[in-house]
């Protein structure tokens, strides 16, 4: 955990609650295989290569559908101020214009978005920006270790429209932070197995509340 | 010290010269990639246009008439004010009578004494406002609607608002005069479909209302918004206290109404 949260940030919002559903959270993350073994024919080879890279595609949605909420609700609460304010403002509507663009590409083949509980963090500035730092550094971290596994020049050309956009969101939170904005000269990747720990590790990810029923009515009628 | 404005100004003639040269390099890829095959017989291919582009990012909608709830993820005794020590109003369960996960409505929020964070919620009653306090921790993740549910006792109509707009209407039984829907600010708990029972209709919902009247009801005595198997009584103050709507009714509504969807019943 130390070795994947390099500054801490989401090391305090990690208090287990023991209400995460893994196994929802480890289909909506990184779940697929992205290698396809044993196609050698041209057409099932491009095949596979769409569904990699649309694999790459859902994986990457995930990872914006967690910011975009996380932004979000920081913004329909009203808890923060100044700033951080204008940069959950700006920020956030960044990650729902990449929400909206990827999922109108995947089309139906896009993941559904999981409900998330964020337990407070996004009501506590503090907290807030701890978060905010270690998920955006996480964005630019796994777009990177993503991005030479694209095998559509297209795709590739715009998922780096995206990363960069994603470094400079980690840029921004992490000098309102008090943090250096790039520390490192090179920066690496993390993988999925790492995001996905680090995620989970979090518990923001739970398992929708269920509301229906189809036992009688004990309503008084 | 800065520097003497000489020096200054070969500074951002430098910047300048830079950013030239930039574009001079920039002009020459061009010619290159345009013109004929270096020497080594190769030129650089035309990068890829991207295959989606993202659009214009849009700032968060002003709503106005959202309200939000949240799933109780334990149950937890909600108290008249935001500290420990506070006077108990009321125990807040993880499951509704209807064995469906609990969800409450909130009002809004606190830092108690200690720093710790409150939550002010509605409390499911039988009266117009019975709100409490609740650790932030006995609830899970908030969810944000911005719909809400008129019922008109006197007129015997419901109306569902969007944004403040009416998207919906319909004709509606309520309680008796022996028996009367309880007037006040209530929330949809829960959506219940294909049970046994034809007299609740196709969909019934279950709502933070409760009977003032009837008090030894199975389950709390709770008020129900939901379908008929005796359509002819409708619109009329024909119920124990529940809502009742003509089926077709029901199942539109069952369309267009979220859970937590606030309900004024006046």
Redesign the interface.
């Given at each position: 955990m130390e070795a994947l949260d390099r500054d801490g940030a989401l090391a305090e919002t990690a208090e287990p609650?023991g209400?995460c559903d893994r196994s929802e959270l480890l289909r909506w993350i990184g779940g697929a295989s992205l290698l396809v073994g044993g196609l050698a024919l041209p057409r099932a080879a491009r095949a596979a290569s769409r569904k990699e890279d649309r694999d790459i595609l859902n994986y990457a949605l995930s990872l914006e559908y967690l910011q975009a909420s996380f932004y979000?609700?920081a913004?329909?609460?009203k808890?923060l101020r100044g700033s951080f304010k204008e940069q959950a403002?700006?920020v956030?509507?960044?990650e729902?214009?990449?929400v909206?663009?990827?999922q109108?590409?995947l089309g139906a083949a896009a993941i559904k978005k999981p409900?998330?509980?964020?337990?407070?963090v996004t009501?506590?500035q503090s907290q807030f920006r701890d978060t905010a730092v270690a998920f955006e550094d996480l964005a630019v971290a796994a777009y990177k270790e993503e991005a030479p596994r694209i095998r559509?020049?297209?795709?590739?050309?715009?998922a780096i429209?995206?990363h960069s956009v994603e470094a400079r969101h980690a840029a921004w939170i992490r000098h309102l932070a008090g943090a250096l904005p790039a520390p490192d000269a090179f920066d690496e990747p993390k993988s999925r197995r790492q995001v996905r720990e680090l995620v989970a590790s979090t518990e923001f990810v739970?398992a929708k509340?269920?509301?229906?029923?189809?036992?009688?009515?004990?309503?008084?009628? | 010290m800065l520097p003497q404005r000489p020096q200054r100004l070969r500074g951002l003639g430098a910047v300048a010269a830079l950013i030239g040269a930039g574009a001079a390099t920039a002009g020459a890829i061009t010619l290159m990639h345009e013109g004929p095959p270096s020497r080594a017989g190769t030129s650089l291919p035309r990068?890829?246009?991207?295959?989606?582009?993202?659009?214009?990012?849009?700032?968060?909608a002003d709503r106005p008439h959202?309200s939000?709830w949240a799933?109780v993820?334990h149950g937890a005794i909600a108290r008249r004010a935001p500290t420990p020590s506070a006077e108990p109003v009321a125990l807040v369960r993880r499951r509704t009578?209807?064995?469906?996960?609990n969800?409450i409505q909130v009002l809004g929020?606190a830092r108690g004494r200690s720093g710790a964070?409150w939550v002010q919620v509605r409390l499911p009653s039988g009266t117009r406002e019975v709100t409490g306090w609740l650790d932030?921790?006995a609830l899970?993740?908030?969810d944000?609607v911005n719909t809400r549910l008129i019922v008109d006792r006197r007129r015997l109509r419901a109306t569902l608002l969007r944004g403040g707009r009416p998207v919906f209407s319909t004709v509606v039984g309520v309680g008796q005069p022996s028996?009367p829907t309880p007037a006040g600010e209530f929330y949809v708990?829960?959506?219940?479909?294909?049970?046994?029972?034809p007299?609740?209709g196709p969909i019934?919902f279950?709502t933070s209302a409760q009977?003032t009247a009837?008090t030894d009801?199975?389950?709390?005595?709770?008020?129900?918004i939901?379908g008929t198997d005796r359509p002819e009584l409708l619109p009329g103050r024909v119920?124990?206290?529940?809502i009742r709507m003509p089926n077709r009714a029901i199942r539109r509504l069952g369309e267009l109404m979220p859970?937590g969807t606030p309900i004024t019943i006046r």
């Open positions: 609650l209400l979000t609700e913004e329909r609460l808890s403002r700006v956030g509507s960044h729902r214009a990449h909206k663009a990827l109108g590409l409900r998330f509980d964020f337990q407070g009501e506590d559509s020049p297209e795709l590739l050309a715009a429209r995206i739970v509340p269920t509301t229906r029923s189809s036992d009688d009515p004990n309503f008084i009628g | 990068p890829a246009d991207p295959a989606f582009l993202v659009g214009h990012p849009a700032k968060l959202t939000w799933p993820r009578p209807e064995g469906t996960r969800v929020r964070l932030r921790g899970s993740g908030y944000f028996s708990r829960n959506r219940l479909t294909r049970y046994r029972s007299a609740y019934a279950g009977s009837v009801w199975p389950g709390g005595g709770f008020v129900g939901h119920s124990h206290g529940c859970i």
